[in-house]
């Protein structure tokens, strides 16, 4: 049997398009979908449970951010198993979600984050005994991340 050149690019041309149909149809459904708010994605890392607000954990973030692009963060939990990190205001409010192992030796991160404007950032952690705790920071920004 021969095989030419133009048999072979038209089966290559035929499995690259093959292989990105899936890509379409997963960019299509994503479209489709409608977006998470806050409280959506803080009842759905609770699982409905009630949030206390105060000790447990400490949320450290900029007064003022000169620019949106790069604002860092820092949170800490002593005992937390998770950490969900919000800013409300953002078009999609969720930032991070930092998950910590039995041997991790402490329950920290550092991040940087994009605000779209003067906001709050929250920062919910849920801790071994299976109660969460939240603490909230408001974040001044002077020039927007977010495309604003």
Known sequence: MLISRRGVLAASAGLAALGLLPIAVRAQ?????????????????????AVA???GVTLTAPEIAENGNTVPISVDAPGASEILV???????????????????????????IRLAKTQDVVAIAKL?????????????VTIGGCGG
């Open 29 to 49: 459904d994503a479209a489709a979908a409608p977006a998470m708010t806050a409280d959506d994605m803080i009842a759905e890392f609770t699982g409905g449970a």
């Open 53 to 55: 607000d105060g000790d």
């Open 86 to 112: 919000l800013a409300l205001e953002n078009p999609t409010p969720g930032v991070a979600r930092f998950t910590f192992g039995p041997l991790a030796a402490s329950q920290a991160a550092a991040t940087r």
């Open 128 to 140: 071994a005994d299976g109660s969460f705790v939240r603490t909230a920071s408001n974040v001044k």
